[in-house]
């Protein structure tokens, strides 16, 4: 067993109880003592990442290991695919806890602050982790109670409204969730995905097996935001601070709702070419209704907000369009290359829009609006800001060399190997209204103004927001990378090997 496994969940909920003791008699201790644990995470995960991808491992809570391939305790896995979560949640964590050392310091009760981040980060790894339904319930839950209270953080009545709209479309998600598990559990008598994948048979009962289907992906559809599930996100993602509106835009929706909806259906439910039909239409619609959404907006966060259900429509396209393949049984290798460019474009959403909500906090901190009509002439004064908006917009538009153009071509090509013209047309419409939207959020935010119009004594953001927002994007830049066919098999095959073989899953956790 990896006794690393546990520690990514017990290191941030003891970090949550420490927060909240120490930070009550030591000035100032929660917000240096989280970015440390969090950074302890991330490097933990790059070194799983690199031992753990190709070798996968499962820790058995308690030492209860599987009786003659029967599981009968908690199993926590890690696979190519969860070991690749865990980097996205870790790091993207990392950066915005350090982000908050001086963001934060505008609200009070900052050991509040950080104990919810240490909570929604565990919550977070333990349901990429969570090798059954229960506990990836359990984790999931703890992550998006800890997300409604942050949103609501500024307690101003924007936020507690945007909060309470989260939480009841959240609790609704959690209803169809909780349902479709009490249902599985009520025909198979097991929660363990490995042992369900062999238990629940699609041929002997139809009409139970798809309408099972249909309520997981509706509790986290909306988890997701993807259309038409997505009401709540743009408030939520607006209304929160801007390190936790990265946090949610890169990590949590991607963590609580895309990995779990490709997680349990690939490894748990049997691939049908109906309900492949379905999440690639789904994503299609996000994708062309998110943008024209997006397009039009001026506060900076919404539009970035919207561009979220936008680009997470690309994923589930391209994850769609390979399950597609995989049910009709034909072209595997160009199935393998749409699910790669998913999850390319997954971990490349994270650095990009990460990023770009860092740099709308930047700018909402310096100039205390989020309105694009009231800024510009910014390019000069907050150098850094500037350059780093720049390279995420020009990324999350697709236009080379950064990250986001190498993942969008891929999904294309596979598009059109695939014969999908039509997917392919609408991918490339969306990136170039994707840049229009961007290029209005360069020229209104940076530039837009004479200089002598610009407000004196606007200068750059303090050191810990200017140094995440470079690490965001020098991560725009290294992650194009992974389109070289060498790094892409090191990092992104692990994942797309243990999605597309079922066998290989349940061989893993339950050992036959």
């Not at 420490?18 to 240096?32: E, V």
């Not at 743009?234 to 949590?252: E, Q």
């Not at 690639?280 to 907000?305: C, E, N, Y």
């Not at 936008?310 to 749409?338: F, P, T």
């Amino acid at each position: 067993m990896n006794p690393l496994i546990p520690l990514f969940v017990a290191i941030p909920l003891s970090g949550a109880f420490i927060d909240m003791i120490l930070g009550r008699f030591i000035k100032g201790f929660s917000r240096y003592f989280t970015p440390v644990i969090i950074l302890a995470l991330a490097s933990m995960s790059i070194y799983s990442a690199a031992t753990a991808g190709t070798n996968p491992s499962v820790y058995y809570v308690g030492g209860w290991e599987p009786v003659k391939g029967i599981p009968v305790g908690i199993c926590m896995v890690m696979d190519g695919f969860s070991v690749l979560m865990l980097c996205i949640i870790n790091i993207v964590g990392f950066l915005s806890a350090f982000y908050s050392i001086s963001y934060i310091k505008r609200f009070t009760s900052d050991n509040f602050y950080y104990a919810l981040f240490c909570l929604m980060t565990a919550g977070m790894n333990g349901v990429v982790l969570s090798g059954d339904l229960f506990n990836i319930f359990v984790f999931l839950e703890i992550s998006v109670i800890s997300a409604y209270a942050l949103v609501a953080f500024g307690v101003e009545k924007n936020e507690l409204e945007a909060s309470f709209k989260y939480q009841v479309l959240g609790s609704l998600a959690s209803f169809f969730i909780l349902a479709g598990i009490a249902l599985i559990y009520w025909k198979t008598k097991t929660l363990n995905i490995a042992d369900i994948r062999e238990t629940l048979k699609p041929g002997y009962d139809r009409p139970f097996y798809i309408f099972v289907e249909l309520l997981i992906l509706s509790g986290f559809g909306i988890k997701a935001a993807i259309i038409p599930f997505h009401a709540w996100l743009p408030d939520a993602h607006s209304s929160a601070p801007s390190p936790i509106s990265a946090m949610l835009s890169g990590v949590l929706i991607k963590a609580a709702g895309i990995y779990l909806i490709i997680r349990l259906f690939f490894n748990l439910f049997e691939i049908n070419e109906s309900v492949a039909v379905l999440i690639t239409t789904l994503g299609a619609l996000s994708m062309v209704i998110g943008v024209f959404l997006a397009i039009g907006q001026w506060d900076i966060k919404r539009l970035l907000a919207y561009h979220s259900i936008s680009q997470m429509g690309y994923v589930v396209l391209s994850v769609g369009m390979g399950m597609i393949l995989i049910s009709r049984g034909v072209r595997h290798e160009i199935a393998m290359l749409a699910i790669a460019g998913g999850l390319y474009h997954l971990v490349n959403h994270a650095a990009f829009k990460g990023l770009l909500f860092l740099n709308a906090g930047a700018i909402e901190y310096t100039l205390g609006t989020r309105d694009l009509k009231e800024m510009g002439g910014l390019g000069k004064s907050m150098p850094a800001t500037s350059a780093t908006s720049f390279i995420a917009s020009m990324s999350i538009s697709g236009i080379p060399p950064f990250n986001g153009f190498f993942s969008k071509i891929i999904i294309i090509i596979a598009a059109v190997m695939a014969r999908f013209y039509f997917l392919a047309f609408l991918a490339i419409l969306v990136s170039i209204i994707t840049l229009a939207s961007f290029l209005k959020f360069q020229r209104y935010a940076f530039y837009n103004r004479e200089d002598a119009k610009v407000e004196k004594g606007i200068k750059e953001v303090p050191f810990p927001m200017v140094f995440s927002m470079v690490i965001m994007s020098l991560l725009c830049i290294i992650l194009s990378l992974l389109a070289f066919p060498g790094i892409r098999d090191a990092i992104l095959t692990p994942a797309t090997d243990i999605l597309t073989d079922p066998a290989k899953y349940k061989d893993l956790v339950i050992g036959i």
